[in-house]
């Protein structure tokens, strides 16, 4: 089977110790929540998946078509070119090149440079929005549009699996309901392979058929949609960590 398996995962800054012994899968074709409230090492995990952030312990593996990749062995651009791309936090588009441009550098990398025409189709086709505005710069676009321009500059690289970073910061609540109906359309159509992070748990859980619940760097809650309901006072004392159980 197709996924990320990561096991036992410890890893901080420098004597900092953020993540504590975290388990957790995301199976091909999945979508996954992963829920926190602020400081509890959401992008901590994102960015150690992704080699930015170095493990102290434990392993992140990609296990696909018959191959496990040791992610945590690999530096970042090496972990990209295996199939795995981060939408970060806060974006981090180039403000000063075009749509274009931002789409063309990430789908430059060596997985994604012989599909980068079909890859750009996908995109302007996905996001039409992004094809009218395509020479327009990025910093001059509204914050929910560079979030889309951020989702496909990940798709860009023809990842085997999206890693998504609290895309609803810093938009207003209705602009955040769109980037989420655009991140379950192209899950739904695509069948991507999601792990989003997210402190909007309700939406987020709305989203997704699996979730986690991050705190203080261990995983209090793994939840499975298909076998359990939901109880959002529950969930949401849980990341509050009011929880006693
Ligand atoms: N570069 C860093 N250096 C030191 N501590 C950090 C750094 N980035 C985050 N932290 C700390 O790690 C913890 C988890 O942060 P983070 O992973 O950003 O959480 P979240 O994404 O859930 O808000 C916090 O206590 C934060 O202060
Ligand atoms: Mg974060």
């Not at 998946?49 to 992610?71: A, E, H, M, S």
């Not at 609290?166 to 695509?190: D, K, N």
Request: proline letters at 4%.
């Amino acid at each position: 089977m197709n996924r990320l398996v990561i096991e036992n995962l410890n890893a901080g800054y420098g004597s900092v110790a953020v993540l504590h012994d975290v388990c957790m899968e995301v199976r091909e074709s999945e979508f996954v929540a992963l829920l926190g409230t602020n400081g509890n090492g959401k992008s901590t995990l994102l960015n150690t998946i992704l080699g930015f952030v170095r493990p102290q312990g434990g392993r992140i593996l990609l296990d696909w078509d018959g191959q496990t990749i040791d992610l945590a062995r690999l530096q970042p651009h090496e972990i990209v070119n295996a199939g795995v791309a981060l939408v970060p936090e806060g974006r981090r588009l180039v403000p000063n090149l075009t749509v274009e441009e931002n789409l063309i550098l990430a789908g430059s990398c060596p997985r994604a440079k012989d599909q980068i025409s079909r890859n750009l189709d996908f995109c302007y086709t996905t996001f039409p929005l992004l094809k009218e505005r395509r020479a327009q710069q990025a910093s001059t676009m509204s914050g929910g549009q560079q979030q889309l321009l951020a989702i496909a500059r990940a798709l860009m690289t023809s990842p085997r699996i999206m890693l998504i970073d609290e895309p609803s910061v810093g938009l207003a609540p209705i602009v955040v309901g769109q980037v989420f109906e655009a991140v379950r359309e192209l899950q739904t159509t695509q069948k991507l392979t999601i792990l989003m992070a997210e402190q909007s748990f309700f939406q987020a859980v709305d989203l997704a058929s699996r979730a986690y619940v991050l705190s203080h760097g261990h995983i209090i809650r793994a939840i499975d949609r298909a076998v359990e309901q939901i109880d959002p006072e529950d969930l949401r004392a849980a990341m509050m960590g009011l929880e006693h159980s």
